[in-house]
Nanobody
């Protein structure tokens, strides 16, 4: 069973950048589709981006296209989320997720979740 630990969150001004990391252990990382979700206070958890296990095909939510980039390093068992041109509406807890079988944006397609890291964007 894979375990996920996020890091890299923090406070940043609008227009700034952050890079989130998610370190995986306890499983064969390269066999998992990896994704990032986020949950703002009082809102549902929403899909941000995903990267497939085989060809590394990426998927992004419309709200982050052109600003956020998901990538993975299978040698380091780590998935990243590079966030540029941050906006106050990007403020949320960001969660890393993993799935052996599913590829896509549905929250219930992912079986394993990290504890989350807070990202706060000030205006």
């Amino acid at each position: 069973q894979i375990q996920l630990v996020e890091s890299g969150g923090g406070l940043v001004q609008a227009g700034g950048s952050l890079r989130l990391s998610c370190a995986a252990s306890g499983g064969t990382f390269s066999s998992y589709t990896m994704a990032w979700f986020r949950q703002a206070l009082g809102k549902e958890r929403e899909f941000v981006a995903a990267i497939a296990r085989s060809l590394g095909t990426t998927y992004n939510a419309d709200s982050v296209k052109g600003r956020f980039t998901i990538s993975r390093d299978n040698a380091r068992n780590t998935v990243y989320l590079q966030m540029n041109s941050l906006k106050p509406e990007d403020t949320a807890v960001y969660y890393c997720a993993a799935s052996r079988l599913f590829v896509g944006s549905r929250r219930n397609g992912y079986d394993y979740w990290g504890q989350g890291t807070q990202v706060t964007v000030s205006s």
